[in-house]
T-cell receptor, first 112, second 116 residues
Framework: GENVEQHPSTLSVQEGDSAVIKCTYSDSASNYFPWYKQELGKRPQLIIDIRSNVGEKKDQRIAVTLNKTAKHFSLHITETQPEDSAVYFCAASRSSASKIIFGSGTRLSIRP | NAGVTQTPKFRVLKTGQSMTLLCAQDMNHEYMYWYRQDPGMGLRLIHYSVGEGTTAKGEVPDGYNVSRLKKQNFLLGLESAAPSQTSVYFC???????????????FGPGTRLTVL
């Protein structure tokens, strides 16, 4: 069945450094790849998404890259700040489908 | 707009009891979803609905039932609760744009359920 694998499960970086989270997907027909951020005790919220017609998308300090051939995509956070500490989920979907498959999450901690 | 709301926020059940979780959205979204979130396992889809009167199974549907009698509401039922159903439950909704283009899911605040 459809599957999304996410690595690493935990990540600790020094404040100001960059963080990278990687995901692979199994359904080659997937064409929508969102990333959600979940702060402690809060609901998941979309931070960035990318569709298969582009290879990279940036929004201030965050960026997502997509390699459709290899079926993997990554989240990059630069100049990390304490407020970036959270659990991050990747996901994949076909636009024709009505559901998305989530990765298992990465707990990102920013060290002061 | 309230967005997506969930009732109740917390609940403790004894094994074998039943309960219903209510999800409501005021964004006129067609799609609604129920997920459960367990430590280290991310968000797993229980059931979902693509419109009023329709429901479908997700990854982990066993032990749960759902109903979507009104477009704005999506109910999740546990007929006979088990300790394995202890989890945080999130409801979400999304809009299906033109040509079925997929869009952002908006999540509710969650319901923390403990089954003793």
């Amino acid at each position: 069945g459809e599957n999304v694998e996410q690595h690493p499960s935990t990540l600790s970086v020094q404040e100001g450094d960059s963080a990278v989270i990687k995901c692979t997907y199994s359904d080659s027909a997937s064409n929508y790849f969102p990333w959600y951020k979940q702060e402690l005790g809060k609901r998941p919220q979309l931070i960035i998404d990318i569709r298969s017609n582009v290879g990279e998308k940036k929004d201030q300090r965050i960026a997502v890259t997509l390699n459709k051939t290899a079926k993997h995509f990554s989240l990059h956070i630069t100049e990390t700040q304490p407020e970036d500490s959270a659990v991050y989920f990747c996901a994949a979907s076909r636009s024709s489908a009505s559901k998305i498959i989530f990765g298992s999450g990465t707990r990102l901690s920013i060290r002061p | 707009n309230a967005g997506v709301t969930q009732t109740p926020k917390f609940r403790v059940l004894k094994t074998g009891q039943s309960m219903t979780l209510l999800c409501a959205q005021d964004m006129n979204h067609e799609y609604m979803y129920w997920y459960r979130q367990d430590p280290g396992m991310g968000l797993r889809l229980i059931h979902y609905s693509v419109g009023e009167g329709t429901t479908a199974k997700g990854e982990v549907p066993d032990g749960y039932n759902v109903s979507r009698l009104k477009k704005q509401n999506f109910l999740l039922g546990l007929e006979s609760a088990a300790p394995s159903q202890t989890s945080v439950y999130f409801c979400a909704s999304s809009y299906s744009g033109p040509s079925g283009i997929y869009n952002e899911q908006f999540f509710g605040p969650g319901t923390r359920l403990t089954v003793l």
